[in-house]
């Protein structure tokens, strides 16, 4: 049973509500303990690197066609954003949504880079933990080893791209992301968060944008499947990809977002607490100090 005052009909957050709630959340994580930020964010690394996994899997091989395959390949990577949000972890392009809280001013500049770099840190730790467990495991040899050629060619492929490609496809990438996170915050219960990830994660795998946590797996397992790759190229990639993240994440859905339903009320919250500074300033009369 809905809320009476819900105009929508539906049993979930209204959007203003789930600003609040996102903004809210950004205060949480930004003063999580860094050792309780690492560990999460080895699990975020490793829960999108399951993803990836999977989505190599579907891929490797598939004959139904360039359209289907990438739609079905995007569905098994919504795994890895399910396992992160329902599971509980801290994901880099996701934390993009953090600028609601501090443009909010309820955490500070330094606040955010720390959450970001430690969260950043942590996601890529986790995802080439989770690429040596996978080479080792064998597993890239499925299927007569198609699995691993598919590894290579996804790596190949991610390394080739220009800096313009990388930071483009990184912007619409985390559009797609942060979007699928906003709506979980409409969700009541697992079921409903599930939902809201699948479509939005599977249209930006099948568009081919680029997610960095993602390539902090998909680079590497390639590499160590064989492809003719270089480290400067991972980083090269990585650089450009995860700048397009913030871009898209931070500015394309935080702040617009954050302009809609949280700045009249945080420009009402400034100007209140201007006139009680105000109010509070102590004056000087005749060359007397008076409150």
């Not at 303990?33 to 989505?55: D, H, K, N, Q, V």
């Not at 600028?99 to 001013?105: P, Q, T």
């Not at 102590?282 to 409150?291: A, I, K």
Request: glycine share 12%; proline share 3%; aromatic share 10%.
């Amino acid at each position: 049973m809905t809320a009476p005052d819900n105009p929508t009909g539906l049993d979930a957050y209204a959007p203003a509500q789930m600003a609040a709630r996102v903004a809210s959340t950004g205060v949480a994580k930004a003063h999580l303990p860094a050792l309780s930020t690492l560990m999460l964010a080895l699990l975020g690394g490793a829960f999108i690197a399951f993803g990836s996994m999977f989505y190599t899997l579907v891929i490797a091989g598939s004959v139904l066609g360039f359209g289907p395959t990438r739609l079905l390949g995007g569905v098994a990577f919504s795994l890895g954003l399910i396992l992160v949000i329902v599971g509980g972890a801290e994901l880099f392009t996701g934390n993009a949504l953090i600028v609601m809280a501090w443009a909010s001013r309820r955490i500070s500049t330094a606040d955010m880079l720390r959450n970001w770099f430690l969260v950043y840190c942590g996601n890529f730790g986790g995802a080439l933990g989770a690429a040596t467990l996978v080479y080792f495991s064998g597993t890239l040899a499925l299927n007569g080893g198609v699995v691993g050629e598919a590894s290579e060619a996804i790596a190949t492929a991610k390394i080739a791209l220009s800096a313009e490609q990388a930071f483009f496809r990184g912007v619409l990438c985390n559009a797609l992301v942060c979007l699928a996170v906003w709506l979980c915050f409409a969700a009541r219960d697992a079921s409903g968060k599930i939902l809201a990830i699948i479509w939005p994660i599977t249209a930006f795998v099948a568009l081919g944008f680029e997610h960095s946590v993602a390539n902090m797996y998909l680079i590497p397992i390639g590499m160590l499947a064989g492809a003719a790759l270089d480290f400067p190229g991972l980083f090269s990639n990585l650089f450009w990809v995860s700048l397009g993240n913030i871009a898209g994440g931070a500015g394309g859905v935080a702040l617009v977002y954050w302009i809609i339903y949280l700045r009249p009320r945080a420009d009402a919250d400034h100007q209140l607490n201007r006139k009680e500074a105000e109010q509070l300033r102590p004056r000087v009369y005749y060359g007397r100090l008076s409150n």
